[in-house]
């Protein structure tokens, strides 16, 4: 008996079994003539499934549902393929990020996606919560990616066919690349490993989400009909009772957000953007055009200087990890570009690399949202610079120009925030 799929023939959860199937040398066919919401409420499907639910793979042993399940089934059906890595590390590696994939990447994509089309309840603060799930999740795995091409080992396995089926609604329907572009690595991988020619057969040729999809009203229950029912006698109107006090509060326009805290400091003689512009359009004479300009718009009462050393530079002993290291760390502050500018610079000819930092902040302190929101703060040592020393004031001018030798090394590359 040949394996048999019941599934619709777009489902990104059936994909997994046959793109597994096609990678093990396994022949899978679709079932015939499968259609969605009535195949799959027949007897004999719920005698395969009772709860009616796709994909179900028909085998000569019976059947097996759940899309993952199906995956792991196909792929462990011929010894002789690399899907599950090639020791009992890369097994276990590549069952970690299945359960990470199901958990955290389709779960969230699902609760941010289907409330959206209609398919659920849409709930405003359920979708925030889902997003920003979302988002911890391609962080992490944006980090792993960015020193690995694939999810484990070198080779497309079993958990990169389960990654890259769940991230396919996601990237196709909801995830702008507005949306992806904070997570370099993880769009890399998704269209290098999407345009591999074994998937590629299945997911075709589409484009990335332009736009999040508008919410779809809920559709109101038909009212019956009333004509048949024999008019009663008009009545004189009644005066419609006046609305309470409650119900115009609740229709009262939602109160604007609190401004950021920063946004409430006494006027500063120095305008940020004035000094970024001037730093982006200074091409030559850099001290004395440039530097000149910062000290003299400089306004030590309204902004404060800071120097970061990272705490863990024994580890950064591979260059691009530790430029991707940096660059993650420039995108998350982010949140932070309306009332800071930072230099970072990544030190040494050879590992371990130093990284170190110069940042200018709106107020006498680092804002606190900046500290409670991104978790790389805490991955640095913190100095405020004394520019009344002149030694300090120095090393400020020399973080700013990308001055090299830098303490006396070599700079491997130089990032600004701005």
Known sequence: MALVLHVGKENKNGFKGLIAAEYAGVEVKLAENFEMGVTNKSPEFLKMNPLGKVPVLETPDGPVFESNAIARYVARLKADNQLYGSSLIDYA?????????????????SRWLYPRLGYMQY????????????KRALDALNIHLASN????GHSVTLADIVMICNLYYGFKLIMTKSFTSEFPHVERYFWTVANQPKIKKFLGDFKQAESVPAVQSAKKPAQAKESAK?????????EAPKPKAEAAEEEEA?????????????????????????????????????????????DPEGYSLWFCDYKYNDENTVSFVTLNK??????????????????????????PYKVKGLWLFRGPEIPKFVMDECYDMELYDWKKADISDEEQKERVNQMIEDHEPFEGEALLDAKCFK
């Open 230 to 238: 024999p008019k009663a006698k008009a009545e004189p109107k009644k």
């Open 149 to 152: 091409t694939y999810l484990v």
């Open 326 to 351: 940096v660059s993650g760390f420039l995108q998350r502050m982010d949140l932070a570009r309306k009332y800071a500018f930072g230099k970072m610079l990544i030190i040494g000819n050879e590992p």
């Open 123 to 134: 709930i405003p603060p359920a979708e925030e919560g889902a997003v920003a799930a979302l």
């Open 254 to 298: 939602p109160k604007p957000k609190p401004k950021n805290p920063l946004d409430l400091l006494p006027p500063s003689k120095m305008i940020l953007d004035d000094w970024k512009r001037l730093y982006s359009n200074t091409k030559s004479n850099f001290r004395e055009v440039a530097i000149k300009g910062f000290w003299d718009m400089y």
């Open 93 to 109: 590696h590549v069952e970690q990020w299945m359960d990470f994939s199901a958990m955290e990447i389709d779960a969230n994509i």
